[in-house]
């Protein structure tokens, strides 16, 4: 699956060995509400699309990939993913909080270091089950195409042509990969949470839950300083832990499966291209 600015476009191997390809347009409440891409709020805007986006790209690869009796409807994706998501929030969420606060009560009674502990955990806890999962069949296979999407991407940036055997000559690894956005968050968890105190055990859980919107747009907006001041000393630091992340969730494609990130690629470029404004002429 592939995002530009106005479009996303997804291409789907069958299992007769064709591809399909679709595109839709991204109608984004941040058009008709100027203030929504402010800093701060254009981070929980993106999010919010990148989750139903997710949903939606979800839905079409299940259906493409099983036969017609066996395909999923809108309504039993969602209940699926509604699961996933509760699942997320327990385990790298509730699970730490209310871990810690056993913690806290018992063992270790500075606030701070009790919240920076619980970070600690939540960012291990999320990379060992992504190296866990990573070694299963079925992960293993979508982590390929994680890593034929960047390949695709980094080629078109350096003007290479679009085939497999040219796009194959470039990195899995992508400064702008959604994993950054990930790790961003996780770690700055740490750092915000260090220093909510000892709340009651009601409320640590929902501040939890609450802050993420927060968190979300101040990570993406470090990610936005990462991809456009990329040269930078600095920001190449920064953004380092999140590329060694992605050594874990990409893996070296083969050329079929490139084949179907650049047909993506290739059919959002289509249509990007289609819808684009013309420019005006401007008098003097």
Same mark, same amino acid.
């Given at each position: ?5 106005? $479009? ?19 109608? #984004?409440?941040? %058009? ?26 979800? /839905? =079409? ?5 099983? @036969?017609?009796?066996?395909? +999923? ?5 969602? =209940? ?13 969420? =509730? ?9 806290? %009560? ?8 009790? %919240?920076?502990?619980?970070? =600690?955990?939540?960012?291990? *806890?999320?990379?060992? !089950? +992504? ?26 940036? $350096?003007?290479? &042509? *679009? ?7 470039? #990195?899995?690894? $992508? ?12 770690? +700055? ?12 055990? /009601? ?16 990570? !993406?907006? +470090? ?17 380092? &832990? ?35 404004? @013309?420019?005006? &002429?401007?008098?003097?």
């Amino acid at each position: 699956m592939m995002r530009g600015r106005d $479009h996303w476009a997804i291409a789907v191997r069958r299992p007769d060995t064709t591809v399909h390809v679709e595109a839709h347009h991204i109608d #984004s409440i941040a %058009n008709r509400y100027r203030f929504l891409r402010w800093p701060g709020f254009r981070g929980v805007i993106a999010l919010g699309q990148a989750l139903g986006i997710g949903f939606r790209a979800l /839905l =079409v690869s299940a259906n493409q990939a099983t @036969p017609e009796e066996e395909q +999923l409807s809108s309504k039993q994706m969602a =209940v699926s993913m509604t699961l996933a998501f509760t699942l997320f929030i327990g385990i790298f969420l =509730v699970l730490p909080a209310v871990g810690f606060k056993f913690v806290q %009560n018992h063992t270790i009674h500075s606030s701070f270091v009790v %919240n920076v502990l619980e970070g =600690v955990f939540r960012v291990a *806890l999320f990379l060992g !089950y +992504l190296a866990l999962i990573g070694r299963m069949k079925e992960i293993r296979r979508v982590f390929q195409y994680h890593g034929a999407e960047h390949k695709t991407i980094a080629a078109y940036e $350096h003007e290479a &042509p *679009l085939e497999p055997e040219s796009v194959d000559r470039f #990195s899995t690894l $992508h400064v702008r990969c959604g994993t950054n956005f990930l790790l961003i968050v996780m770690i +700055l968890t740490i750092i915000v949470f260090a220093f909510f105190g000892n709340p009651g055990w /009601l409320w640590r859980i929902l501040s939890r839950i609450i802050a993420i919107p927060l968190i979300a747009g101040i990570a !993406y907006e +470090l990610l936005r300083l990462g991809a456009r001041f990329h040269r930078s000393l600095i920001m190449r630091a920064l953004m380092k &832990p999140g590329l060694w992340l992605q050594k874990i969730t990409t893996k070296p494609p083969t050329h079929d499966q490139i084949e179907v990130a650049i047909a993506s690629f290739t059919e959002l470029l289509r249509s990007e291209k289609a819808t684009a404004v @013309p420019a005006q &002429p401007v008098t003097t």
